[in-house]
């Protein structure tokens, strides 16, 4: 199969989003596309998977002129899309999600459940995974929930997969099993659209790349004739030098302490500090519990033991609007179910928490307001009309980068960055970077978990990891290598043997 899209044009109201953009894949290859947020990556195959019209353009499956006339067509003619956020029912069974709405049903028009039980199995056992059908599909980690999203493309008998950024929440291990999965498929004539913000992975899994910017196709390179760094320039349009910025921190005193913390069969014992001025990375892998003990800390979990401290006086929190009160802030890793509120617009968003401070003589100060959220909105290059805007009609990297923007001007003297830039393009990566260092210069004191090791060795002051819940090191960062934090994050089993 090969799918032509040629010169597509796509506005929304007077918002031109796409503007002649050219993409062909055909069966047997992995095509990636990248672009900076808001480029217009997902609006281009919502139009080939018929979710949006297209307002100029042609797409050609096969050489013929075809319109899909939505998702199920598509799927139909062998076009299947496996979105970032998959809308599975987490208590029902691995395989009544997998037929939800495709029930195979007797001719009694009952449901035939061993024949879709039998089939489910068949699926993923293609794929190699020894998955329990009947089980709650949300007791499985992200990863294995994402091979059943393969395997439901398979059932559809699909010619072309498309991915929007497959390994946002997956381990370096599932990562592997994917890809080795995307190779096998490969081989047998599946193709794919792959899209996704990390250089590493195109760079191993994509024969082809096409960049977007600002709504046009840029570029279409062989992967192995281009560099990174032509990628990054035709993305953003420049080039950019070092990705990390230099720090010099000035550490002041200990603005918050935690000690002995514990939730039964979630943390245990967790104790550090983190410094005015300082930037302590939380380490791990997927699952280690990193977040949980954040949750905790910000009051949206709870804990049966241990002490918070602030500037050395111990602190009850037992909700999100305690710990604001104590000037701590809390960017989730689930932006868009706690991060945002989403048909407010961009200003209600941003000002939520610090909202006390635009308040004078029992006045709301619009103009104020005003002035600080675009000044946050420009900084961080958020891609909106204005900031009027409800925060739905913006692309998923700039919506976060909107709730990046709530917690940096929220004052918080204390700052939880849970996977800061994931999801975010390139340019936009630095901008955070240099906005965590102006904070740190201004005494806030940040937390920052990420799963990108690059990232933490180059951001970060001090690096605490977790292991299965609990904290197997402290180390410091200048004197730490991927390696010596990766052996703790996997409990100091190295190369498969524990030392
Ligand atoms: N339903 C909509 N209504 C109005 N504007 C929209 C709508 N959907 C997308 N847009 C706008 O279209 C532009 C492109 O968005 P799109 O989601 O295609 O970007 P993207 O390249 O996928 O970005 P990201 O990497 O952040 O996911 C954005 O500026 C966005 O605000």
Redesign the pocket.
């Known amino acids: 199969m090969k799918i032509e899209m040629k010169n597509i044009t796509k506005a929304?109201?007077t918002?031109k989003?796409l503007e002649g953009v050219n993409f062909t894949v055909q069966s047997g290859e992995v095509h990636a596309l990248m672009?900076?947020?808001?480029?217009?990556?997902?609006?281009?195959m919502n139009i080939l998977t018929g979710l949006y019209g297209d307002d100029g353009g042609e797409i050609l499956v096969d050489g013929q002129t075809t319109h899909f006339s939505g998702p199920l067509d598509a799927e139909r003619h062998g076009i299947s899309f496996i979105h970032q956020e998959m809308n599975n029912f987490l208590e029902m069974s691995v395989v009544d999600n997998m037929f939800l709405n495709k029930e195979i049903k007797n001719k009694f028009g009952l449901m035939n459940e061993n024949k879709m039980r039998e089939q489910a199995k068949f699926y993923l056992s293609k794929l190699g995974a020894k998955i329990d059908v009947d089980k709650p599909i949300g007791s499985l980690s992200v990863g294995r929930q994402q091979m059943i999203e393969i395997a439901k493309s398979l059932m559809t008998n699909a010619k072309i997969i498309i991915m929007d950024e497959p390994t946002a929440a997956l381990t370096e291990n599932e990562i592997a099993q994917l890809f080795e999965i995307v190779r096998g498929l490969k081989k047998q004539g599946v193709g794919f659209i792959y899209i996704s913000?990390r250089m590493e992975e195109i760079f191993e899994i994509a024969d082809k790349v096409t960049v977007?910017r600002d709504g046009i196709s840029i570029n279409e390179y062989q992967t192995k004739d281009v560099s990174m760094k032509q990628l990054v320039k035709d993305m953003v349009g420049r080039e950019i030098g070092d990705f990390y910025p230099d720090r010099n921190p000035k550490f002041g005193k200990v603005s918050l302490e935690v000690q002995h913390l514990s939730e039964d069969g979630v943390f245990q014992d967790v104790s550090f500090k983190v410094q005015e001025g300082e930037i302590l990375a939380f380490s791990g892998l997927m699952g280690a519990g990193r977040t949980e003990i954040m949750r905790s800390i910000f009051g949206i979990d709870p804990h049966n033991e241990g002490k918070i401290l602030i500037d050395g006086q111990e602190v009850h929190i037992h909700s999100p609007q305690e710990a604001i009160k104590h000037q701590i802030g809390f960017l989730t890793e689930n932006r868009k179910d706690e991060g945002l509120i989403l048909n407010d617009s961009l200003t209600d968003n941003i000002v939520l928490p610090s909202i006390n401070g635009f308040v004078k003589h029992g006045l709301v100060d619009d103009k104020a307001i005003n002035e600080f959220t675009n000044m946050l909105l420009k900084r961080l290059s958020v891609?909106?009309q204005s900031a009027d805007v409800t925060a739905s009609?913006?692309?998923?990297?700039?919506q976060q980068k909107v709730v990046l923007a709530k917690w940096v001007g929220s004052g918080s003297r204390v700052l939880i960055l849970d996977e800061p830039t994931r999801?975010v393009?390139v340019g936009a990566k630095r901008e955070i970077y240099d906005l965590m260092n102006e904070l740190t210069d201004r005494h806030v004191a940040i937390i920052m978990i990420s799963s990108d090791l690059p990232e933490v060795l180059g951001m970060s002051d001090k690096i605490a990891v977790v292991y299965e819940g609990k904290i197997t090191g402290i180390v410091d960062t200048k004197s730490a290598t991927q390696e010596s934090v990766m052996t703790l994050a996997t409990g100091g089993v190295k190369d498969g043997t524990r030392n």
């Open positions: 929304f109201g918002n989003v672009g900076e947020n808001g480029a217009g990556k997902s609006t281009l913000h977007m891609k909106a009609s913006l692309s998923g990297g700039n999801g393009d």
